[in-house]
């Protein structure tokens, strides 16, 4: 078994890094504490060639593989969550299913832009009635001569409001249950397509996400992205792309409050001597130490798995259940290390443990990602 990394993803890594310290990190904090969208920093990585990175050179991207997109992920993620979510739901949302199913011609329209950096891509499926339940989605989409027209709701939908399109699941043929879902490639603009107000979140405010309106919108036949019907499984296939990178993001967060945590136990004093030298406090370093090597770890290896054309639902999703939980942890304990301290504004830890919280939630749920998981092992019993 072979773990260094390439030349190239060592490049990756130290480039993303000096760009997010020295654009990303410095507007953090007001990012969070504005929920402005940080829309410069995102035409500056277009620049920089970041975001199209595992996508094809002929539609833009610039060929590199997952697991080079997880550290760039990761490393964004450091810096900011709330750049690190809007830039991991662009890529594996928003972007990876037109790769995986578009037409030449859907490609060029539409992921090319995207891949250069001219807009954001979106997906549409949460429903205010169907999270985890992705197959009762009720949007619908009828076929009117050479178009379709959408009507329905979506919500939670990351990047929605400035992306310039977004996929969306419906109902295509209604007596097929999950077999009529469809996907279909909504443009920038369409009538009848509306937003709702960004959300008010616990964390990761700087990334926008809404509800979306769908009232008679009408967009061509050859919108439609893949094979009629075959929506539900395409979104599977796509959600576990996005868990390896919402897997990489619990490790960038995680790694930012490990490093303030180490950083402060070596120079904050109690009863003489740093409070790193106290056994407890030096016993939720070791913890988070290991936390983060072994959620790199399951990581790469589903994004490896995904590079060498090989099945890696199970190991997307164990990877995605232990890096979020494992980074909630170590973000929880960098705070503990800190104080009183650890819950003020004034030191970045407290941040980092509200942008995490969502990583446990978003792109399947610890607990759906269990049954994913425990289906593997024991098949479908009492079915």
Same mark, same amino acid.
């Given at each position: 078994?072979?773990?260094?990394?390439?030349?190239?993803?060592?490049?990756?890594?130290?480039?993303?890094?000096?760009?997010?310290?020295?654009?990303?990190?410095?507007?953090?904090?007001?990012?969070?504490?504005?929920?402005?969208?940080?829309?410069?920093?995102?035409?500056?990585?277009?620049?920089?060639?970041?975001?199209?990175?595992?996508?094809?050179?002929?539609?833009?991207?610039?060929?590199?593989?997952?697991?080079?997109?997880?550290?760039?992920?990761?490393?964004?993620?450091?810096?900011?969550?709330?750049?690190?979510?809007?830039?991991?739901?662009?890529?594996?949302?928003?972007?990876?299913?037109?790769?995986?199913?578009?037409?030449?011609?859907?490609?060029?329209?539409?992921?090319?832009?995207?891949? /250069? &950096?001219?807009?954001?891509?979106? !997906? =549409?499926?949460? @429903? *205010?009635?169907? #999270?985890?339940?992705?197959?009762?989605?009720?949007?619908?989409?009828?076929?009117?001569?050479?178009?379709?027209?959408?009507?329905?709701?979506?919500?939670?939908?990351?990047?929605?409001?400035?992306?310039?399109?977004?996929?969306?699941?419906?109902?295509?043929?209604?007596?097929?249950?999950?077999?009529?879902?469809?996907?279909?490639?909504?443009? /920038? &603009?369409?009538?009848?397509?509306? !937003? =709702?107000?960004? @959300? *008010?979140?616990? #964390?990761?405010?700087?990334?926008?996400?809404?509800?979306?309106?769908?009232?008679?919108?009408?967009?061509?036949?050859?919108?439609?992205?893949?094979?009629?019907?075959?929506?539900?499984?395409?979104?599977?296939?796509?959600?576990?792309?996005?868990?390896?990178?919402?897997?990489?993001?619990?490790?960038?967060?995680?790694?930012?409050?490990?490093?303030?945590?180490?950083?402060?136990?070596?120079?904050?004093?109690?009863?003489?001597?740093?409070?790193?030298?106290?056994?407890?406090?030096?016993?939720?370093?070791?913890?988070?130490?290991?936390?983060?090597?072994?959620?790199?770890?399951?990581?790469?290896?589903?994004?490896?798995?995904?590079?060498?054309?090989?099945?890696?639902?199970?190991?997307?999703?164990?990877?995605?259940?232990?890096?979020?939980?494992?980074?909630?942890?170590?973000?929880?304990?960098?705070?503990?290390?800190?104080?009183?301290?650890?819950?003020?504004?004034?030191?970045?830890?407290?941040?980092?443990?509200?942008?995490?919280?969502?990583?446990?939630?978003?792109?399947?749920?610890?607990?759906?990602?269990?049954?994913?998981?425990?289906?593997?092992?024991?098949?479908?019993?009492?079915?």
């Amino acid at each position: 078994m072979h773990f260094d990394l390439t030349e190239e993803q060592h490049i990756i890594r130290r480039t993303v890094r000096d760009f997010a310290e020295k654009e990303i990190i410095p507007r953090a904090k007001y990012v969070d504490e504005t929920g402005e969208f940080p829309a410069e920093t995102f035409r500056k990585m277009g620049e920089l060639g970041l975001m199209g990175l595992p996508f094809s050179a002929e539609f833009g991207g610039a060929d590199v593989d997952s697991v080079s997109t997880a550290i760039a992920i990761e490393e964004v993620s450091r810096a900011c969550g709330s750049t690190g979510l809007t830039y991991a739901a662009h890529l594996g949302l928003g972007c990876a299913p037109l790769a995986m199913f578009g037409t030449q011609e859907q490609k060029e329209q539409f992921l090319t832009p995207a891949a /250069q &950096g001219q807009h954001l891509g979106a !997906f =549409g499926l949460t @429903e *205010p009635h169907a #999270g985890s339940d992705a197959g009762s989605t009720r949007t619908t989409a009828v076929l009117e001569g050479d178009q379709w027209v959408i009507n329905g709701s979506k919500m939670w939908i990351t990047n929605a409001p400035m992306a310039g399109h977004v996929i969306a699941t419906a109902v295509t043929d209604k007596d097929k249950g999950k077999h009529g879902i469809s996907a279909i490639i909504i443009p /920038q &603009g369409a009538p009848g397509m509306t !937003f =709702g107000k960004h @959300e *008010p979140k616990m #964390g990761l405010r700087g990334s926008v996400s809404t509800a979306i309106t769908f009232e008679n919108v009408r967009v061509p036949k050859v919108n439609l992205l893949g094979e009629r019907g075959k929506g539900f499984i395409q979104f599977l296939q796509v959600l576990d792309g996005g868990r390896v990178g919402i897997g990489a993001m619990s490790i960038g967060l995680a790694q930012a409050a490990y490093e303030a945590a180490v950083s402060y136990a070596r120079e904050r004093e109690a009863f003489g001597k740093p409070i790193g030298a106290f056994q407890s406090i030096s016993n939720m370093i070791a913890d988070m130490n290991v936390g983060l090597e072994a959620a790199r770890l399951l990581i790469y290896q589903a994004a490896w798995l995904k590079d060498q054309g090989r099945p890696y639902t199970r190991e997307a999703a164990i990877g995605k259940l232990y890096a979020s939980e494992a980074a909630e942890r170590i973000c929880r304990d960098a705070i503990q290390i800190f104080g009183g301290y650890g819950y003020s504004q004034e030191f970045p830890v407290e941040r980092y443990y509200r942008d995490v919280r969502l990583l446990t939630i978003g792109e399947g749920t610890s607990e759906i990602l269990r049954g994913v998981i425990s289906h593997r092992a024991l098949g479908k019993l009492g079915q």
